[in-house]
């Protein structure tokens, strides 16, 4: 994100929290752009990036629908287990595009389990819908990360790129 602040575009970031100290979901809105309300209203948002196959479920009301003006939008997330076919069928009819891979997976190969969000948006970057390009954020990590997390950092971030979708 650094890079996108150093190339000033406007960024607005929230976070809602929920039952989150109970166990419950978090869910982090990022915007780009020329925004005023820091949240995603229910239908616009171009991209999901989800940790967990049930917060995707969950969340699947805010991505966007294709249009006469605009693709649907793109869902990049971390599963263990298959998509469910009926929804996989729902997502294609409304022309969104779905990338599954197994971040776990790639972290415990890496012995760093914690960072299967880097590889995550690894992954993602290799999308042209998705905002950021690998490096940008391979830049970023270089630049923010703590000097002991910065090649595990990297290094996430390259194999979640480099990585084949996961075929559930």
Known sequence: MSSVI?????????????????GGSVISYLKIGDFISPLVRIGLA????SFELNETYKNLKYIKQISTSSDGG????????????????ILEQMK?????????????????????????????????R??????QLVETAERISPVKFKAINIEAL????????SSL
């Open 6 to 22: 150093s190339r000033n575009y406007n960024v607005i970031g929230s976070e809602t929290h929920g039952m989150s100290q109970r």
């Open 46 to 49: 171009d991209v999901i990036i």
């Open 74 to 89: 793109i869902i990049i997330v971390n599963a263990r287990m298959p998509f469910a076919e009926s929804i996989k069928k």
């Open 96 to 128: 969104i595009t779905l990338k599954v891979l197994n971040a776990d997976n790639i972290a415990k190969a890496l012995k760093s389990p914690l960072v299967s969000n880097l590889i995550l948006l690894g992954f993602a970057s290799k999308y042209p």
């Open 130 to 135: 998705f905002p950021f390009q690998l490096e």
């Open 158 to 165: 390259k194999r979640g790129f480099e990585a084949e979708e």
